[in-house]
């Protein structure tokens, strides 16, 4: 009989908090594994943990305090609001750009 089975194998915590997730899915056979593969995921301070193992949620709890997620939170590159407005004109340096074509004869 097959199964087919997921687990939690990897939880790294970097200095920043970011946790590192790393997911076994494993083919077992009559209870031995014949194969297997990985699925990673990260997990920044703040983030939910909606949907997560509960050992990826016992940690998170326990390293993301509130001084960890705003350093995290202070470390991001500021963002630049989003314009409303559009434009027609071509992105920098584009408006130059002639496409050529050429052909050779045989």
């Known amino acids: ?6 687990i939690v194998d990897k939880i790294e915590c970097l200095a920043n908090g970011v946790l590192q997730i790393r997911d076994r899915h494993q083919i077992l056979k ?11 995921h990260v997990l920044n301070p703040g983030d939910d943990l909606t949907g997560q193992a509960d050992r990826v949620k016992a940690i998170a709890a326990a390293v993301w305090t509130d001084d960890v997620i705003a350093a995290y939170q202070a470390s991001l590159p500021a963002t630049e609001p989003e314009s409303d ?10 408006s130059s750009f002639q496409p050529t074509s050429t052909t050779t004869k045989a």
């Open 30 to 40: 009559d209870g031995q594994e014949i194969a297997a593969s990985f699925h990673r």
């Open 1 to 6: 009989m097959l199964t087919e089975l997921t």
């Open 85 to 94: 407005a559009t434009t027609d004109e071509p992105a920098s340096g584009l």
